[in-house]
């Protein structure tokens, strides 16, 4: 077994790109019933998370803000209160479920950052919970 077959690879998943907005990060939220999504750069590279609470906290903090300006605000102004790490196409097991246990979902990238997709956490559970032999 190894992090490749966990993988939902990049064109089955949502994500957003860095120069997405905030109302375009609700919208692809609500689409996908995620509660967080991954964020690529230009070149596809993985660069962070953005989650339904760092939305939360960007409303609440910013004077003004509502759901009908939300297409003024870019994904990168807003804080993450959570750093999602990722984990390399060929790294051991063992480091992707170490996150994994932390995370609802770790995003994978491959040797150069590139983002190749995520592993849900939930399908790790369900893995191990067929497989285990008392």
């Given at each position: 077994m190894d992090i490749q077959s966990f993988l939902h690879p990049k064109d089955e998943v949502s994500y957003l790109m860095?120069?997405?907005?905030?109302?375009?990060?609700?919208?692809?939220?609500e689409a996908s019933?995620?509660?967080?999504?991954?964020i690529l750069d230009d070149n596809g590279l993985y660069f962070?998370?953005?989650?339904?609470?760092?939305?939360?906290?960007?409303?609440?903090?910013t004077h003004g803000l509502t759901f009908d300006?939300?297409?003024d605000i870019p994904?990168?102004?807003?804080?993450?209160?959570m750093k999602v790490e990722c984990v390399e196409i060929n790294a051991d097991l063992d480091d992707m479920l170490a996150?994994?246990?932390?995370?609802?979902?770790v995003p994978v990238?491959?040797?150069?950052?590139?983002?190749?997709g995520i592993i849900r956490?939930?399908?790790?559970?369900e893995y191990y919970t067929r497989n285990i032999a008392d």
């Amino acid at each position: 077994m190894d992090i490749q077959s966990f993988l939902h690879p990049k064109d089955e998943v949502s994500y957003l790109m860095i120069s997405s907005t905030m109302k375009e990060a609700l919208d692809k939220l609500e689409a996908s019933h995620y509660t967080a999504i991954p964020i690529l750069d230009d070149n596809g590279l993985y660069f962070g998370t953005l989650s339904e609470g760092d939305l939360l906290w960007k409303l609440k903090a910013t004077h003004g803000l509502t759901f009908d300006n939300m297409h003024d605000i870019p994904v990168v102004s807003i804080k993450k209160r959570m750093k999602v790490e990722c984990v390399e196409i060929n790294a051991d097991l063992d480091d992707m479920l170490a996150l994994a246990a932390d995370q609802n979902f770790v995003p994978v990238v491959d040797a150069d950052r590139v983002f190749l997709g995520i592993i849900r956490r939930k399908d790790i559970i369900e893995y191990y919970t067929r497989n285990i032999a008392d």
